[in-house]
């Protein structure tokens, strides 16, 4: 089979089009192609006057190889990969023990979920609850600020990314083509089979929530146990090697296996690794607010007079400026005809995030705008200095706020000027339960308001209106990535805790579904791998129960 990149056809070409630019690219008749499939369809649209679709194919012909030859020096015609997935192992007839997976979000589903592929029947325990019963409590919340610490926008089935974008591209390396497997098992649990060859895929809130639910079930299909409401308090460890894992209700289910897959958001499992004497550091990650402007603008900016074309669909941007004191602010997360989101986790506290639904038909368009802030320069105290500087941030918003989970917001030319806001614009704020209009420039460290205050009108060179009075800012985002990282060696293992996997975006290892899902696939390997290797005959199965916290 081959693989040809760089067909360029205009948006409005008619469907046989690009079999004839095969034809066409190969030189050969139509009844010597067999078949062909899109690998990939992006956009170019650097001439606003000129969009044109870019496609990558796999072709099947009846002569391959000959046309492979003639074909050697050509940059855009090659041999297409075997990206086929292959299990790494097995698991062996005698298993005595199962391996444990903390966390249900995009790395935790996907490492239960190979595990379970490869025979080893994990349990997988969740602080929060399903999908489905999650979902009811963070509308609730959103409606009328009602928060269950245990249960929202970032605890339960799914993680933080059920309420999301649902975006699934990534700037990871992928040399193993694992990227490829996460995008299959979404398509076999019902995402549109688009997301295998579109440029930027996503899959939408609500449509998550049912893909979800489906790879539960094949899970479950395959042996292993999802447990809900099974808050980790504490991990056994003994001699420098996990033994097991202690629930909140006093439960201990003994595992020489654990997979560490918690999310960002997951502090107080933070602290009680660090007591435990897990290594642990501290990483850099970002801070600012959201920024809405209406969609319509962005697509009219990124677009022209293709602005509105639904083969499009709402543009997105990505931007980034470098400051003069030093600092550089970027977007991040944008969510194109989205919405503004409650993320908060902790009691008195207000934090962020983006969502849209796979239509992206919203009024606004937003993103995050963010400044870079490392532990050297800015929280130099420990390896959790960082989650105490975001929740003084949170703390602060939310007193800014009202102190009712309602958010601070401010008009952009408000901000700039350095002034409170005390009427709406034109840009109406979809975040709820609601927005009190105030002075952003208290929510930040002063260094963090002078870089936005630079960014912005920068910005606006790129995106004309990106500055334009009425865009509203919503504060805070502080949670674009794990403040720590739970170091781990090339056996995927914790530098000083045998036993333990740590994984995802909580251990600093991921950014986003795909990159999440990558990193759970190759946790699940790490486990197969080391289990077979062992001969997986350290300790017995057992799960007993045990009154109060467990002792060592």
């Given amino acids: 089979m081959l693989k040809i990149s760089e067909i360029k ?17 190969l030189q050969v008749s139509d009844d010597e192609l067999i078949d062909f499939s899109i690998f990939k369809r992006s956009y170019d649209a650097r001439k606003k006057s000129a969009i044109v679709f870019v496609y990558i194919v796999d072709v099947e012909t009846v002569n391959d190889a000959e046309l492979l030859e003639k074909f050697k020096s050509d940059p855009h015609v090659s041999e297409t990969p075997d990206t086929t997935y292959k299990l790494v192992a097995t698991a062996p007839k005698d298993l005595k023990v199962r391996p444990v997976v903390i966390g249900t979000g995009p790395c935790g589903l996907f490492a239960g979920l190979m595990l379970a592929r490869m025979g080893f029947r994990p349990v997988i325990l969740e602080r929060g609850k399903s999908v489905r019963e999650r979902s009811k409590d963070t509308f609730g919340f959103w409606r009328e600020g009602g928060l269950n610490p245990e249960s929202n926008a970032q605890f339960g089935e799914g993680g933080a990314g059920t309420f999301s974008d649902g975006k699934l591209y990534s700037q990871v390396k992928d040399s ?19 997301i295998l060859y579109i440029n930027k895929p996503h899959i939408g809130t609500f449509k998550l929530v049912m893909i979800v639910e489906k790879m539960r079930a094949t899970i479950e299909s395959l042996g292993g146990e999802i447990r ?12 420098g090697k996990v033994r097991g894992v202690t629930l ?13 897959a918690v999310g960002h958001s ?4 933070f602290e009680m690794l660090a007591k435990r004497g897990v290594y642990i550091e501290p990483k850099p990650f970002s801070i600012g ?5 209406p969609q319509g603008l962005i697509d009219e900016c990124r677009f022209g007079d293709f602005a509105g074309n639904k083969l499009l669909g709402a543009a997105d941007y990505k931007l980034v400026h470098h400051c003069t004191n030093g600092r550089s ?6 969510c194109p005809g989205g919405m503004v989101v409650a993320a908060a986790s902790e009691a008195g506290r207000l934090v962020t995030n983006g969502m849209s639904q796979y239509s992206r038909s919203e009024k606004n368009a937003n993103s995050a705008i963010v400044v870079g802030i490392t532990p050297e320069q800015d929280y130099p105290d420990g390896a959790l200095a960082g989650i105490e500087f975001q929740r003084r941030l949170e703390e602060k918003a939310f007193k800014l706020g009202g102190e009712n989970y309602n958010a601070p917001g401010q008009l952009v030319g408000d901000f700039l000027k350095g002034r409170p806001s005390k009427n709406l614009g034109k840009v109406l704020p979809s975040y709820t339960p609601g927005i009190h209009l105030t002075d952003l420039n208290e929510a930040l460290p002063k260094f963090a308001i002078d870089a936005i205050h630079e960014a912005i009108p920068a910005f606006d060179k790129q995106i004309k209106g990106f500055a334009m009075n009425d865009a509203l800012l919503t504060g805070v985002e502080t ?4 403040p720590i990282r739970i170091k781990r060696g090339k056996d995927g293992q914790s530098i000083n805790t045998e036993g333990l996997y740590p994984a995802g975006e909580g251990a600093g290892y991921a950014g986003g579904i795909l990159s999440a899902g990558i990193d759970g696939i190759k946790a699940a390997e790490a486990v197969a791998m080391n289990i077979r290797c062992e001969g997986n005959s350290s300790i017995g199965e057992k799960t007993v129960k045990r009154s109060g916290k467990n002792t060592f």
Wanted: include cysteine; charged fraction near 30%; hydrophobic fraction near 40%.
């Fill in 329 to 334: 602010v970027y977007s991040f997360c944008m």
């Fill in 266 to 269: 997951a502090r107080d499992t």
């Fill in 479 to 482: 949670r674009t990535s794990s």
């Fill in 9 to 25: 056809l205009p948006l409005d070409h008619l469907e046989d089009a690009l079999r004839r630019a095969i034809l066409e690219k």
């Fill in 248 to 260: 909140a209700c006093g439960e201990f289910i003994e595992s020489s296996h654990v997979v560490l």
């Fill in 289 to 293: 607010f959201r920024i809405e402007h």
């Fill in 176 to 194: 193993k083509n694992l990227g490829r497997k996460v995008l299959d098992e979404f398509v076999e649990a019902g995402a549109n089979p688009e």
């Fill in 228 to 239: 809900f409401q099974s808050r980790v308090e504490d991990i056994e460890i003994e001699n």
